[in-house]
């Protein structure tokens, strides 16, 4: 059973959600936000051992909307959603001590309808089963250290979908006498692979990605990715696009290249290089660099919690496994050109799965259970660029926090 420290430190939730929701549909990644701090608010004024429950949540959402205070903000001389406030006053078990806990909430008005109206469990009723499973068993022992201290605390819940979007990834916070608490948490909602991305497809996205990323040079590249674009118009939206995606397929094939001969090495320094510039990449995008961050997805009525503990913790556990790069294209989709994806797995689990170690290079070719995370290319509906970072199951297996909770 993991033991939980006392101390105080702030409980940071990042949000690394699926993005763009229609005009006028809710969001489920904001949606997921809400009900998950309405759950975590009702764990923390329980004060027995009995599990919260989704009319649990309901009451929450319920008091927000009959008695929920507003607060007005404004940002740049500019109005911003009021965050609706509730707050309760519960004492603590040993009879000393009176908890003082709020719960904030601030999202788009077509993301706080639902929740409010009461309808949001009739529509999500799988975020409602996840979000209780993990108050009710990976949060639980924390709310009951709380519970049981004998010491008054102030303890804040935020779900603020628009408060800072652009200065902070964190869209769910919790927050113990103002001050950090030991650990935080990225939130994902869903199916959705995805824990970071780089935005564009110019060069000097590229060099973000790889060189800033990886600290992989890719500064050679630089001059045959330009010429592929100078050949095309671009206000030829769709040519531009195809050249665009052969200009970006060739420095994912050739960085892949690279990496591929880097990792043949018999534990060589260049093959440990490479693996700490992929731990590195990973360290980033999942957590910001913050050893204690716990990625956690809500999906299917349950929830997955990846621990990575910091650049050390993941460079070892790349070590326990057999990588390997591979390069190879996506679906082509509308008639579009193929986008690049490179993909890193772990080759012992392509032979199990396939009869064999080696992918084909350029193919779809390495099984799902293989895979340890991929970089994807992809052009949106409305025609921006990005390069996702997508998880596989080896990085669940690897990452699984679960495991130190059993």
């Known amino acids: 059973m993991k033991k939980w420290s006392n101390s105080n430190k702030d409980f940071d939730i990042y949000s690394l959600l699926t993005e763009g929701a229609e005009q006028g549909k809710p969001n489920k990644g904001d949606i997921a936000e809400g009900i998950l701090g309405a759950a975590i608010y009702a764990r923390f004024i329980k004060r027995d051992d009995k599990d919260v429950t989704s009319d649990d949540i309901d009451d929450v959402f319920t008091e927000l909307e009959n008695r929920g205070s507003k607060e007005e903000r404004k940002r740049n001389g500019k109005s911003l959603l009021p965050l609706r406030t509730i707050s309760s006053s519960v004492k603590n078990t040993t009879g000393t001590g009176e908890d003082n806990i709020t719960f904030k909430l601030s999202l788009a008005p077509v993301n706080?309808?639902?929740?409010?109206?009461?309808?949001?469990?009739?529509?999500?009723?799988?975020?409602?089963?996840?979000?209780?499973?993990?108050?009710?068993?990976?949060?639980?022992?924390?709310?009951?250290?709380?519970?049981?201290?004998?010491?008054?605390?102030?303890?804040?819940?935020?779900?603020?979908?628009?408060?800072?979007?652009?200065?902070?990834?964190?869209?769910?916070?919790?927050?113990?006498?103002?001050?950090?608490?030991?650990?935080?948490?990225?939130?994902?909602?869903?199916?959705?692979?995805?824990?970071?991305?780089?935005?564009?497809?110019?060069?000097?996205?590229?060099?973000?990605?790889?060189?800033?990323?990886?600290?992989?040079?890719?500064?050679?590249?630089?001059?045959?990715?330009?010429?592929?674009?100078?050949?095309?118009?671009?206000?030829?939206?769709?040519?531009?696009?195809?050249?665009?995606?052969?200009?970006?397929?060739?420095?994912y094939e050739d960085v892949?290249?690279?990496?591929?001969?880097?990792?043949?090495?018999?534990?060589?320094?260049?093959?440990?290089?490479?693996?700490?510039?992929?731990?590195?990449?990973?360290?980033?995008?999942?957590?910001?660099?913050?050893?204690?961050?716990v990625l956690v997805q809500l999906d299917?009525?349950?929830?997955?919690?990846?621990?990575?503990?910091?650049?050390?913790?993941?460079?070892?556990?790349?070590?326990?496994?057999?990588?390997?790069?591979?390069?190879?294209?996506?679906r082509s989709k509308g008639g579009s050109k193929p986008k690049p994806i490179v993909v890193f797995y772990d080759k012992n689990k392509q032979e199990l799965a396939t009869g064999s170690p080696d992918a084909k290079w350029g193919e779809a070719s390495v099984s799902p259970e293989a895979v340890l995370m991929q970089i994807r290319f992809k052009t949106e509906t409305k025609g921006s660029k990005r390069n996702y970072f997508e998880k596989g199951h080896v990085m669940t297996d690897l990452f699984n926090n679960l495991k130190d909770k059993s």
């Open 256 to 293: 892949a290249s690279n990496m591929k001969t880097w990792l043949k090495g018999d534990k060589s320094k260049k093959e440990f290089d490479t693996l700490m510039k992929i731990a590195k990449a990973i360290d980033f995008h999942a957590t910001r660099n913050d050893p204690d961050m």
């Open 300 to 330: 299917k009525s349950d929830f997955k919690a990846l621990r990575f503990g910091g650049l050390e913790k993941i460079s070892e556990a790349l070590k326990s496994i057999d990588l390997d790069v591979n390069y190879q294209l996506g």
């Open 112 to 251: 706080t309808k639902p929740l409010l109206d009461g309808t949001s469990n009739e529509m999500f009723p799988r975020l409602y089963e996840s979000a209780l499973k993990f108050v009710n068993t990976y949060l639980k022992d924390y709310s009951t250290l709380i519970a049981n201290d004998g010491v008054s605390s102030d303890i804040d819940v935020i779900a603020d979908g628009v408060g800072d979007q652009k200065g902070t990834k964190a869209d769910l916070t919790i927050v113990k006498d103002g001050r950090e608490i030991d650990f935080s948490i990225s939130l994902k909602a869903g199916t959705v692979k995805q824990f970071g991305q780089v935005f564009g497809a110019s060069f000097d996205k590229q060099t973000i990605l790889w060189d800033a990323g990886f600290d992989i040079d890719i500064s050679e590249l630089e001059e045959d990715y330009n010429e592929i674009l100078s050949e095309i118009d671009p206000t030829d939206v769709v040519k531009f696009n195809d050249a665009t995606t052969d200009a970006v397929a060739s420095v």
